[in-house]
């Protein structure tokens, strides 16, 4: 099975901040790659599909990046409704998940 | 609108049986890999299980093997996942996901709790 390692687990940024999530696969998985957010009690909300293109209705500040085993989600000025949970996920065979970053109020 | 509406979590006793219900609507059930997913309380997502488009191949993680069977009804758009012997550990949010191709969405979920 391919195993998702994401990093950090925990992030602290203050708004506008710039901010960067990194997932590794364990073996290619093209570009088969989705980022989630997920606040408390809810359901994880796609952000990025296909390792870069952006959700409809997703504000552009979230972009993806990367193909084969390295992928980054970003957010280019973070703001008070980010602070939250976030999940890479890979679909290239049967799903797998990073282990989460939380990103908290410095 | 595309929507995926789960239903038949609740409580039940260890080595107990649920049958979960994913209701499709707004897209081409038909198209669609199938699988559930699950969130245990404070924990991060698990994949469940997953089924194909028309259900030639399915897939199940390690710790369900034997105890959870998927099964999809394309004609009444409906995905389900009939859950026995259960044990505490399989206390979790259970949602219902679908991808074709890049695409992928999500239900809102259904809490199971496994308590005596």
């Known amino acids: 099975d391919i195993q998702m390692t994401q990093s950090p687990s925990t992030l602290s940024a203050s708004v506008g901040d710039r901010v960067t999530i990194t997932c590794r696969a364990s073996q290619s998985i093209s570009s088969w790659l989705a980022w989630y957010q997920q606040k408390p009690g809810k359901a994880p909300r796609l952000l990025i599909y296909k390792a870069s293109s952006l959700e409809s209705g997703v504000p552009s500040r979230f972009s993806g990046s990367g193909s084969g085993t390295e992928f980054t989600l970003t957010i280019s000025s973070l703001q008070p409704d980010d602070f939250a949970t976030y999940y890479c996920q890979q679909y290239d065979s049967v799903w797998t998940f990073g282990q989460g970053t939380k990103v908290e109020i410095k | ?116």
């Open chain 2, 1 to 116: 609108e595309v929507q995926l509406v789960e239903s038949g979590g609740g409580l039940v006793q260890p080595g107990g049986s649920l049958r979960l219900s994913c209701a499709a609507s707004g897209f081409t059930f038909s198209s669609y890999w199938m699988s559930w997913v699950r969130q245990a309380p404070g924990k991060g997502l698990e994949w469940v299980a997953n089924i194909k488009q028309d259900g030639s191949e399915i897939y199940y993680v390690d710790s369900v093997k034997g105890r959870f069977t998927i099964s999809r009804d394309n004609a009444k758009n409906s995905l389900y996942l009939q859950m026995n012997s259960l044990r505490a550990e399989d206390t979790a949010v259970y949602y219902c996901a679908g991808n074709e191709m890049a695409t992928i969405v999500w239900g809102q979920g259904t809490l199971v709790t496994v308590s005596s």
